[in-house]
């Protein structure tokens, strides 16, 4: 069964819908979507969009902090694009029906870490899924956009389902994706003139996260096995506070908390955060969560302590009523009363599709944006609240773009092949290759985590390498189902993301490897790249 559209959409976040949006205008638009349409990494982002507002804030100011932030590797021109468009695309939010939380007539901006001043933007501690309603209602209203949900895309289309070897020198098309219908089990053809990827982010690559279950790094394999380019995926950022023993995902400790006044401390009552950083608990992420993986090595603790009770309690309800209820009615613990037990967890990639200004990837006519992207924007670590700004910035950007590739290219879709899913699935082979995806979990959880080094990494590679050559066995004469899709996905990025950590021999940013202490910017002040013919 075959699909056609002008635009096919690959996930349902803030990147997906509001390009969705951009361009329905200019032709019909498929979305698909893994689970429900709301079920993305933007629903549960809880702190805001970074914009400058404020009287005593700069354009320059923000970009100077996210530069910091990114220790070396963010690109500065893609970063004053994006701060110097913030503030127009935040109002084109607001126009769409996004309530953001205001103050005596103004923005209530909050700040967090690795920020010089309040900028951000916010909606209680529920930011995300206020976004995801007012875009969602929008989506709703537009004739020109379907919604698929519980479908999941294999592959993208491209000259390699039409036998063309493909090298360095081909140039590469891309006609939409083969797609599961999950509730009906069969494989559709999605075919469109421009695909976006917004596919989010691989957060349950590793065993703690504060990712939805969807978050499996498809798009980043799809988008490796198709020829583009994948860039700095040795930089994943862990938030360094999520409430300890929560399941998975994680409850996520906004670092709006710590940025309201919340301090850290360990099991004993102790503040520690000054022997790190004199910004303390407003450091930049990679220093918080290497502070708190330290003091929890060094002292053999299993988490460490986020303290509010010298806040007044009214005010934390009133700022954080969504983080205040759930702490109270489902771990029964009272933040404003109680001390609250955190860890850090797998949150944000940094690296993924590389991607130009208007999100073109090296592969014709398929764009990206949002977490599934190297944007260039984050560099070695990502500033807070940097990512909703950067999905809005680039989803419209990419928008503009398209919209003109649309009417300019006129491109003539090939005939494509239906999906051969000759193979046999054998539920006893399954139920033992099923068994991967934890140790995968496992296996990045302990050598490829906050801290790093050669030992554990060649370590890691030779497991990983092994349960990939299986799970590719298994692929190859199966019929797909979900779990196999994302077990799959699962484990090249998981490749991925060690081969780009051997290969930076220095520590920056979120990479921190006891082999190479220091920052090498003579060497290492560069991205890390890699395509499938590396």
Excluded at 190 to 217: K, R
Excluded at 290 to 316: C, F, M, N, W
Excluded at 421 to 448: A, C, K, P
Aim: hydrophobic share 40%.
């Amino acid at each position: 069964m075959e699909i056609r559209s002008d635009f096919l959409i690959i996930g349902s976040g803030i990147a997906g819908l509001s390009y969705a949006l951009h361009v329905a205008n200019y032709g019909t638009v498929s979305i698909i979507t893994k689970k429900a349409r709301a079920e993305s990494n933007t629903n549960l982002a809880q702190g805001g969009i970074a914009t400058v507002l404020a009287n005593d804030d700069s354009f320059d100011l923000h970009i100077k902090d996210t530069l910091d932030a990114g220790d070396g590797l963010c690109h500065e021109d893609i970063v004053k694009i994006v701060v110097k468009e913030g503030p127009a695309r935040l109002k084109e939010l607001i126009e769409l029906g996004v309530q953001f939380t205001h103050r005596d007539g103004h923005f209530d901006l909050g700040r967090e870490g690795g920020h010089s001043r309040n900028r951000i933007v916010h909606s209680q501690d529920l930011t995300g899924r206020e976004i995801e309603r007012a875009l969602l209602h929008r989506i709703a209203e537009h004739p020109n956009i379907q919604v698929f949900e519980n479908h999941i895309a294999i592959d993208l289309i491209t000259e390699h389902h039409l036998g063309v070897k493909l090298d360095t020198n081909t140039p590469i098309h891309c006609w939409g994706a083969y797609v599961l219908d999950i509730q009906n089990n069969i494989v559709l053809k999605f075919l469109s003139d421009v695909t976006l990827l917004s596919s989010g982010g691989l957060g349950h690559v590793y065993l703690h996260t504060t990712n939805p279950m969807i978050a499996t790094g498809d798009g980043v394999a799809m988008a490796y096995r198709a020829g583009a380019k994948i860039g700095n995926m040795e930089f994943i950022q862990f938030h360094p506070t999520t409430l300890f023993d929560s399941g998975s995902p994680a409850f996520l400790i906004s670092e709006a908390v710590r940025g309201f006044g919340a301090a850290l401390k360990t099991k004993d009552g102790e503040r520690f955060m000054h022997k790190y950083d004199n910004r303390l608990e407003l450091a930049p992420r990679d220093i918080v969560a290497r502070a708190i993986d330290t003091e929890l090595k060094k002292r053999g603790d299993d988490y460490v302590l986020l303290d509010l009770q010298h806040l007044s309690p009214d005010s934390i309800r009133e700022k954080f009523p969504y983080i205040f209820q759930t702490c109270l009615t489902r771990y029964k613990i009272d933040i404003t009363k109680e001390l609250v037990p955190v860890v850090p967890a797998a949150h944000y990639s940094c690296g993924g599709v590389v991607t130009d200004t208007f999100g073109r990837t090296n592969i014709q006519n398929l764009f990206a944006c949002g977490e599934v992207t190297m944007s260039g924007v984050h560099g070695a670590n990502r500033l807070a609240s940097n990512s909703l700004l950067e999905a809005i910035v680039f989803s419209n950007r990419a928008a503009e773009t398209s919209q003109q590739s649309l009417v300019d290219d006129q491109q003539t879709i090939p005939q494509i092949p239906e999906w051969d899913d000759s193979g046999t699935f054998n539920t006893e082979e399954w139920v033992l290759i099923s068994h991967d995806r934890r140790e995968i979990q496992e296996v990045m959880w302990d050598y490829v985590g906050i801290v790093r080094s050669d030992l554990r990494l060649d370590r890691a590679l030779r497991r990983i390498n092994f349960i990939y050559d299986e799970v590719e066995k298994f692929y190859k004469k199966t019929k797909v189902t979900e779990g196999l899709i994302e077990l799959r996905n699962l484990t090249l990025v998981a490749k991925l993301i060690i081969k780009s950590a051997l290969l930076r021999k220095e520590s920056r940013g979120l990479h921190y490897t006891t082999d190479y202490t220091d920052k090498d910017d003579k060497i290492w002040k560069n991205d890390t790249l890699l395509s499938v013919w590396d």
